[in-house]
């Protein structure tokens, strides 16, 4: 049996509780229905956290995935632009060549006929050196070339953060030896192959780099590229010598390989799709091509024969890529079904019932709303006691 006192208000500290436990339960329905989650915390289901995190991860990777493959099939769609512009001229030359090799004509009509072969012939190799995406030149083959040995004057104490050869390199071979110099009054690097004894230069006007960034010194000519960083001293000499020399390393090749990522996780086999690209250069299409001519009767014979080769090399070349195209399409079809299915699981765990939870906000308004009243009338209690000392 409770007493009735005015110093405890017992109903009113039980009537405050529970005021103040519906508010917080109403302010934590506010919360995920303006979140759109039902998971804000680990303390409102800690495995669907963990395992919905992981799920959005992968999500978000896939994205990323299905925006890799897309890129990649367009990349494949510019070299096979390019192949189809290649075989047109092709076409071409054999026809030029058809036409020389005929007994109505002169040496002068065939000399006549030869320059254009030999302009078309250009423009092949310059479709394949000019076919590029975001960088990478996709029909000129690749190279393997790498500085070696690096001279202990041009490390990256030095300023010399790192030497690298471009696809369009052809004054090096495999073996080949080469010093650096610098001129702090022109600002310029000077490349020299000690093994040919050529020398190649860059722009003037060559300075370091502020500090934490780094700067590209293009070698003209060489195919070379320095990469400065912000310890070069750009106003001191370098003089080439055995302490700024490197050997070259590696070779060209008709084939460039590339890798795209097509997957979320770390296995080559799995998530990755390799595609090679063959060079669409005549040397490449067919031994001898580059320096053919149908200047006379029997040069264009042997011309013919090289443009057929050329033709079922570059037909080759892209069934391969036509095949790796499709493979990219239906990889980026597959992706967008486990996106979707894995966006499904991730919803599944973490996304709110809002109908439910709506239902169980209007609840918990109620309740505030009768603890505040019955917490103004818990209050009023002990003032009713006191008439009894009047």
Known sequence: MSTLNVISNFAANVAHRHLSQASSEASNSVAKLSAGSRVLAAKDDAAALAIGSRLNSEVESLKQAGVNAGQAVSMLQIADGAMARTNDILVRMKTLAVQSSSG??????????NQEYTALRSEVDRIANDTEFNG?????????????????????ADGFEQISFTNDTGAFTSGNTVQI??????????????????????????????AGSFRDVNINGAGITITLNSLFNDTANVTAGAGTQFDVNGGTSNTLSLDFRIGTGTESTEDEITVSLDSAKASAL????????IDTNANAETAIGLIDTAIDTLAENRAQLGASQNRLEFASANIATSMENTEAARSALMDLDVAAEMTNFTSKQILMQSGVSMLAQANQMPQNLLRLLG
Do not use: C, H, M, W
């Open 286 to 293: 067919s031994a001898g091509l580059d320096t053919s001519t």
């Open 104 to 113: 109505q004509l002169s040496n002068t009509e065939r000399g006549l006929l």
């Open 181 to 210: 110099a610098y001129d702090a009054t022109a600002d310029q690097f000077t490349v020299t192959n000690t093994s040919t004894g050529v020398s190649y230069t860059s722009d003037a006007g060559v300075s370091a780099p502020t």
């Open 136 to 156: 990478t030149k996709l029909l000129a083959g690749s190279d393997t070339f790498s500085a070696a040995n690096t001279g202990t004057a041009i490390e990256a």
